[in-house]
């Protein structure tokens, strides 16, 4: 074992003894996905803690998408006994408060949707969507929402992606925007302002918004307003 992976086991051990001390019961280490690992699942009176042990020198939490990744396929797995694949991205979205070389995103949303045969001659779009907040500790996730398609094959169905097909991950679009543009805009705002990259069936798309609020109260904001529109809410810890 390398050093580096000994200082991540140490580290791993030492967020489990402290989810033990508060009476959390450990019940998943190292549990492996498509989408990769998670180091610790952990229950207590009802509530379902997701870790992904990470280490960080400053107070931005820059996780990137595959550690997002990561937490949605844990929520699938223990939450709806499910797994992401077979089910097709209906729109992703990450964003991040504006920063000089701005490296991962401070929350992301990720909404999932297939389609469902209900009865013989009937199809519906099941959708999931999972909302990821590590800075404040939470995930929130949504379900039990059933939609009927349109009669029409081609009349307004929902644009949906299959996973597979999306080659360019929300890192490598933050960089590529940086790159073409999207430093000047944020300059404009002297970085005081959100970024948030989005998913749809008509690619990835950057929207950058100045906010008069500060940054944190905006996230807080925003939070408030993911648990007041989720039909089924959960939450869960994340270190």
Not at 95 to 116: E, H, L, V, W
Request: proline share 4%; net charge positive.
């Amino acid at each position: 074992m390398s050093r580096n992976q000994k200082v991540g086991q140490g580290r791993k051990q030492t967020a489990a003894d402290q989810l033990s001390a508060k009476g959390n019961e450990i019940i998943t280490r190292n549990g492996r996905s498509p989408h990769g690992e998670i180091d610790l699942i952990a229950q207590k009176d009802g509530v379902t803690v997701f870790v992904e042990v990470k280490a960080r020198a400053s107070s931005s939490v820059g996780w990137h998408q595959s550690d997002y990744l990561k937490i949605v396929a844990a929520v699938f797995q223990h939450v709806w006994k499910d797994t992401p694949t077979g089910w097709n991205y209906y729109n992703l979205q990450f964003g991040s408060n504006c920063q000089d070389s701005p490296s991962g995103f401070d929350y992301a949303r990720f909404t999932y949707m297939k389609t469902i045969k209900v009865g013989l001659l009937n199809n519906e779009y099941a959708v999931l969507e999972v909302d990821i907040f590590p800075s404040n500790n939470l995930v929130s996730w949504g379900g039990d929402a059933n939609y009927a398609i349109p009669i029409w094959p081609n009349d307004n169905n929902w644009p949906n992606i299959d996973p597979p097909k999306v080659k360019v991950n929300a890192d490598d679009a933050l960089q590529i925007a940086e790159d073409n543009g999207a430093a000047l805009s944020r300059l404009k705002f002297n970085n005081h302002c959100l970024i948030a990259k989005t998913l749809s069936a008509d690619g990835w798309m950057l929207n950058i918004t100045k906010i008069k609020l500060p940054v944190q109260r905006f996230f807080q904001w925003l939070l408030m307003n993911t648990m007041a529109n989720t039909k089924f809410y959960q939450q869960a810890s994340n270190l």
